[in-house]
């Protein structure tokens, strides 16, 4: 069985209570630091700063776009600059 992947993305479809319309957004999840049940705290995040505001949102549909591995660090040069 091979590994779980590094992280997964997910298209999700929902609404903020109180708020009129639906919203979609993209949402990677990173095993060991967030799974599908964080989708929500995710979103309020992203929507007030505040992941406890996620009671908010409802979730009207989730599909997962994709998996991948992590893709290599890129080096820099000094103070974060790009090698030329």
Do not use: C, F, K, N
């Not at 007030?48 to 660090?73: H, K, M, Q, Y």
């Amino acid at each position: 069985m091979p590994p779980p992947p590094d992280r997964t993305t997910y298209a999700v479809t929902y609404a903020v209570a109180g708020e009129p319309g639906v919203r979609r957004a993209e949402v990677t999840v990173v095993p060991g630091y967030s799974q599908e049940s964080d989708i929500p705290r995710l979103l309020a995040a992203r929507l007030t700063g505040r992941p406890a505001d996620a009671r908010r949102i409802v979730l009207l549909a989730l599909r997962e776009t994709g998996t991948a591995a992590r893709r290599p660090r890129r080096r820099t040069g000094h103070r974060g600059v790009s090698p030329a």
